[in-house]
């Protein structure tokens, strides 16, 4: 990983931002991909135990490492109750590692949680955000105008919801610019042919989140490999698209800190997206993977989601593997139907409560990668694209 001078956070802390009032949904941003454990297709009705993802934000401050803390911040989405926010203490000042969904349950927690380790809202040198996910920067503008601390994102952070602070796409660092949408991706029909996705998600009303939202301005924008001081330890940026393009993971190598977000959780398998992730999230996500496992000397991987690990490879393990199982999957589900498009296969692959947006947008993800690697390939329906399996008669 190439070295890179230490990042002057004083330099950066930026001017307040403008409040904006995004009357826009999010959508979700975790897999209903077995999130919950279920098999595929069936078994509706019956329930497990909540996944540690799941569970209700702990109200104690914990400290993971001498100079990590940990705060968990409730959040209210899909398939996830709480949200962990790093507190990387010493050196260079605290420094908040995502910091939840936007609005006052947040801060209330968040004031809290620092209080409990002495730390006041003022004290926050800088606001990292992992990923364009709402539960990571909902609130991180708020909190670094309240801090005057600048946000540290991946050169390649946007949101679409403040899209007069995105990089022009040629600046954008790590990324092929054919893998960036030029417009909000969520408001466009899908390119299976559906609606769009923000339609699918107003209708369900999940995620509402609108009211005084003061949109993240990036102050630090973060290469691949890139060396940061954030709190006591130095960081090395690890740009890791999938579960997004943008995703941010940081790795302390001196005593090996995973700082993972969403890249990898404990239990549940990350969302990779087939709108906005690029022309093959799947096969981003997976590199990314294998990047993160083959980092040396891993002792500690802090997620965003659940509580924190340390058999990261065999993690990884898992997750590839279920990836592959859902892939060899799906091309037996299109061998089955073929010509298959991407809403009905989506139907046959998730219980019926998880069918939506976000299941046809991992089902085409699933699916492009396997079109890009050359197991299907695409027909004309009359309603859209199809699939079929390589070598099949349309
Ligand atoms: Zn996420
Ligand atoms: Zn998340």
């Keep these: 990983m190439p070295d890179a001078p230490d990042l002057d956070l004083a330099a950066s802390r930026s001017a307040p931002a403008g409040r904006t009032d995004p009357s826009v949904h999010t959508g979700p941003t975790h897999s209903p991909d077995r999130a919950d454990g279920a098999a595929p297709g069936g078994r509706a009705g019956t329930t497990r135990p909540p996944k540690q993802e799941q569970l209700p934000a702990e109200r104690e401050t914990v400290e993971l490492a001498p100079g990590i803390l940990r705060i968990q911040l409730p959040i ?24 939840g969904l936007p609005g006052p349950a947040t801060m209330t927690a968040l004031t809290d949680g620092l209080g409990q380790a002495g730390i006041a809202l003022r004290d926050i040198q800088a606001v990292v955000v992992t990923h364009s996910h709402p539960d990571h920067f909902g609130a ?19 949101s679409w919801w403040a899209p007069e602070h995105h990089l022009p796409v040629e600046e954008i660092p790590d990324v092929d610019p054919a893998d960036l949408d030029t417009e909000n991706p969520m408001l466009l029909p899908t ?19 609108t009211a005084g939202w003061t949109p993240p301005v990036p102050g630090v924008r973060l290469r691949d490999g890139e060396r940061i001081r954030l709190g006591a330890r130095e960081w090395v940026a690890l740009h890791t698209p999938g579960h997004t393009i943008d995703h941010l993971c940081l790795f302390e190598p001196e005593t090996g800190v995973l700082l993972s977000g969403d890249h990898v959780l404990p239990t549940i398998t990350p969302h990779v997206p087939g709108v906005g992730g690029g022309r093959d999230a799947l096969g981003a996500y997976e590199a990314s993977l294998s990047r993160v496992a083959a980092l040396p000397g891993v002792q500690l991987v802090a997620p965003a989601h659940g509580l924190p690990f340390s058999d990261l490879a065999g993690r990884v393990a898992a997750i590839r593997a279920h990836h592959e199982a859902r892939l060899a999957e799906i091309v037996g589900l299109v ?4 010509p298959v498009g991407v809403a009905e296969l989506s139907q046959r692959l998730f219980r019926r409560e998880r069918w939506g947006p976000m299941a046809e947008s991992e089902t085409y993800a699933h699916l492009e990668h396997l079109r890009r690697t050359g197991r299907v390939r695409l027909v004309d329906g009359r309603d859209g694209p199809r699939y079929v399996v390589s070598g099949a008669a349309a």
């Excluded at 991180?140 to 952070?157: I, K, N, R, S, T």
């Design 191 to 209: 390119p299976w042919g559906g609606e769009s996705l923000a339609a699918g998600w107003a209708r369900s009303n999940e995620d509402r989140w």
């Design 76 to 99: 209210a989405m899909p398939g996830l109750g709480h949200v962990n926010a790093y507190v990387l203490t010493g050196g260079t000042g605290p420094v908040v590692v995502d910091a």
């Design 335 to 338: 061998a089955e139907a073929e």
């Design 140 to 158: 991180a503008g708020e909190l670094a105008d309240a801090a005057g601390a600048p946000v540290v994102v991946h050169g390649a952070f946007r």
